[in-house]
């Protein structure tokens, strides 16, 4: 079993910027992808940022240019850097893992960290 440790979420003002961090433990096998995902009341959880184990990354158009997300292989550890926040950037933000067991796909979410922007 895979868990997901979040840490970095808070409070800063626009403009500001925050790190979100995000830690894998457990019974890790072979990880194809790390991203985060946000979701906010009501509506569907997204991607705002992923990774693959060959560092492919992929981003939200809403946050290109302004969020960076990096990854420690030997650690099992992703990073997302966000910069020139907006109050539209507030939400829950997830962790979310993919790998492979065997022939087996399996995925893993981390329990969410909150991040406000203020105006």
């Known amino acids: 079993q895979v868990q997901l440790v979040e840490s970095g979420g808070g409070l800063v003002q626009a403009g500001g910027s925050l790190r979100l961090s995000c830690a894998a433990t457990g019974s890790i096998f072979s990880t194809t992808a790390m991203g985060w995902y946000r979701q906010s009341t009501g509506n569907q959880r997204e991607l705002v940022a992923s990774i693959t184990r060959g560092g492919i990354t992929t981003y939200a158009v809403s946050v290109k240019g302004r969020f960076t997300i990096s990854r420690d292989t030997a650690k099992n550890t992703v990073h997302l850097q966000m910069n020139s926040l907006k109050p539209d950037d507030t939400t829950v933000y997830y962790c979310?893992?993919?790998?492979?067991?065997?022939?087996?796909?399996?995925?893993?979410w981390g329990q969410g960290t909150q991040v406000i922007v203020s105006s």
């Open positions: 979310n893992l993919l790998g492979i067991h065997g022939a087996e796909p399996y995925e893993a």
